[in-house]
């Protein structure tokens, strides 16, 4: 499947953002979907994951209570939403693919090609 991001961009400490991943292919609905983060001179984390259903999600600690996955399997999106960004959430997003129902936070495998969020003081 191929994934192409959007909703990126600058935003100031405390605001809010969207992110969208659009996805190719005819069986989305049955792949596993995450979003995932990378901050200049760290490795890639795990931010959130959800499953085919809505019914199984998973988030980071650092962002949970602030971020929400969800996604629209008629309109093969998944999305971001973001608030109370704080400047340590500024990174590369990347929206993952992964073919298995279990939810998990490592072992994805198709990936967009990410879009940047800067979190301003």
């Known amino acids: 499947v191929q994934l192409v991001e959007s909703g990126g961009g600058l935003v100031q400490a405390g605001g809010s953002l969207r992110l969208s991943c659009a996805a190719s292919g005819r069986t989305f609905s049955r792949y596993v979907m995450g979003w995932f983060r990378q901050a200049p001179g760290k490795e890639r984390e795990f931010v959130a994951a959800i499953n085919w259903t809505g019914a199984r999600i998973y988030y980071a600690d650092s962002v949970k209570g602030r971020f929400t996955i969800s996604r629209d399997n008629a309109k093969n999106t998944v999305y971001l939403r973001m608030n109370s960004l704080k400047p340590e959430d500024t990174a590369v997003y990347y929206c993952?693919?992964?073919?298995?129902?279990?939810?998990?936070?490592?072992?994805?495998?198709?990936w967009g090609q990410g879009t940047q969020i800067t979190v301003s003081l």
């Open positions: 993952a693919a992964r073919r298995s129902a279990i939810v998990t936070t490592d072992s994805y495998d198709d």
